[in-house]
């Protein structure tokens, strides 16, 4: 079975940085593309980024610029890298494989 974790999530400042992290278990990691979610509170979850297992990267508008995904297959992980942190990007952060399984999440939480 497929287990995602997600951390890195936490408090941080308008204008500040997070790096996410979210660590698969299991050999299939390498051929996967992976993507990143978030879901704010009272909102649909939402797609945020989605990298191939080649390194093809793909962003929603709102965070191009802003943000990087990029993975380690060595290290069976794939990151989040969100700079300019905006309000508007507080919410529950997700990873995801392509057959369905998802992390568990962690929060993240832009305020002054």
């Known amino acids: 079975q497929v287990q995602l974790v997600e951390y890195g999530g936490g408090l941080v400042q308008p204008g500040g940085s997070l790096r996410l992290s979210c660590a698969a278990s299991?050999?299939?990691?390498?051929?996967?593309?992976m993507s990143w979610y978030r879901q704010a509170p009272g909102q649909q979850r939402e797609l945020v980024a989605a990298i191939t297992s080649g390194g093809s990267t793909n962003y929603v508008d709102f965070v191009k610029g802003r943000f990087t995904i990029s993975r380690d297959n060595a290290k069976n992980t794939v990151y989040l890298q969100m700079n300019s942190l905006k309000p508007e990007d507080t919410a529950v952060y997700y990873c995801k494989t392509p057959t369905g399984y998802w992390g568990k999440g962690t929060l993240v939480t832009v305020s002054s």
């Open positions: 299991g050999t299939f990691f390498g051929v996967y593309a």
